[in-house]
């Protein structure tokens, strides 16, 4: 089957740093996706992997390593706002989004 | 650019009756729209894959007579809850592909939180 793992829940300071875990196994692999989604609100993307390494885009950074299946999502300099549930995401050999359920990571002062 | 519009965002009906969701992109033409459901603190369930001009493909466990697809343009995609009772009470989104990205990356809409009364 297909199955994609991840925290239920993480907590951390504000102004810290924080590391998001993904483990997968899919049936084939066509990319990674994280999405952050706020409390009663759609997902918003927030990066995409297809090749093993880091991709960096401000505060946040994306790792891929597709011979171990496994991501991780970066956050650095927390704030507030990035109180929310961060979702991780396969592709899979037939082009399906495959859905973790989800990090909620709590932010506190 | 790839903005994705769902209308109405919110909806209270009596158990019995109909229900339709609309799910347009704004700046696109989206080859293909997905459905989704999400019940609270849980991750985003896929119900149905919609393609413009052809019957939708629905996961296993949804029922089709129920939850109706109709994508009948490049932009517009409706889901139409028949029948509605308090368990299909949810939040649904709908997400959209442009096809011409390199990766599929969907684009959500802002969802459509359902109350049956």
């Known amino acids: 089957g297909q199955n994609i793992d991840q925290p239920t829940e993480m907590t951390a300071t504000e102004g810290a740093i924080v590391q998001i875990n993904c483990t997968y196994q899919?049936?084939?692999?066509?990319?990674l996706f994280w999405y952050q989604q706020h409390a009663g609100e759609a997902p918003t993307f927030l990066s995409y992997?297809?090749l093993d390494g880091l991709e960096e885009k401000g505060r946040f950074s994306s790792f891929l390593s597709r011979s171990k299946g496994y991501s991780y999502l970066l956050l650095k300099e927390l704030q507030m706002k990035d109180s929310a549930s961060y979702l991780c995401?396969?592709?899979?050999?037939?082009?399906?989004?495959?859905w973790g359920a989800g990090t909620k990571l709590i932010i506190k002062p | 650019g790839a903005v994705v519009s769902q209308h109405p965002s919110r909806v209270i009906c009596k158990s019995g009756t109909s229900v339709k969701i609309e799910c347009r992109s704004l700046?696109?033409?989206?080859?293909?729209m997905f459905w989704y459901r999400q019940f609270p603190k849980k991750s985003l369930m896929l119900m149905a894959t919609?393609?413009?001009?052809?019957?939708?493909?629905?996961e296993q466990g949804v029922e089709k007579d129920k939850f109706l697809i109709n994508h009948a343009s490049l932009t517009l995609s409706t889901l139409t809850v028949t029948s509605a009772h308090p368990e299909d009470s949810s939040f649904y989104i709908c997400s959209a592909v442009t096809g011409d990205r390199g990766y599929n990356e969907q684009f959500f809409g802002p969802g459509t939180r359902l109350t049956v009364l």
């Open positions: 992997n297809v």
């Open positions: 919609s393609n413009e001009g052809s019957k939708a493909t629905y």
């Open positions: 700046d696109f033409q989206a080859t293909t």
């Open positions: 995401a396969v592709t899979d050999s037939n082009y399906q989004l495959i």
């Open positions: 899919t049936s084939g692999f066509n990319g």
